[in-house]
């Protein structure tokens, strides 16, 4: 079993910065890959970036290349998700989760967190 709990989202100006933080509970959490999703309203949960269980191999979703950053602190049990030059399109709520491949589709993952509002302003 894996607990995660997000922090970190808020309201920020478009071209701002935030760090979204997944702190992770259990002894395993150092052998599952790790994503985060997001959902607008009214929109389904979309992929945002994946990190194996090394850090050694990010995927990240082409709206987000090269503005967000994933990487994972195992003897911390987090997770960050650095996220630079923010648009408003960004605006959603930030799901981390926890699977055992680097994948895109929120079905292959086994637990979630309750999600952080990030809102990007105009």
């Known amino acids: 079993q894996v607990q995660l709990v997000e922090s970190g989202g808020g309201l920020v100006q478009a071209g701002g910065s935030l760090r979204l933080s997944c702190a992770a509970s259990g002894r395993t959490f150092s052998s599952y890959s790790m994503g985060w999703f997001r959902q607008a309203p009214g929109k389904e949960r979309e992929f945002v970036a994946a990190?194996?269980?090394?850090?050694?191999?990010?995927s990240y979703a082409d709206s987000v290349e090269g503005r967000f950053t994933f990487s994972r602190d195992n003897a911390r049990n987090t997770v960050y998700l650095q996220m630079n030059s923010l648009k408003p399109e960004d605006t959603a709520v930030y799901y981390c989760?926890?699977?055992?491949?680097?994948?895109?589709?929120?079905?292959?993952?086994?637990?979630w967190g309750q999600g952080t509002q990030v809102t990007v302003s105009s």
């Open positions: 990190i194996n269980w090394r850090g050694t191999i990010t």
């Open positions: 989760a926890a699977g055992q491949y680097v994948r895109t589709r929120p079905v292959d993952y086994d637990y």
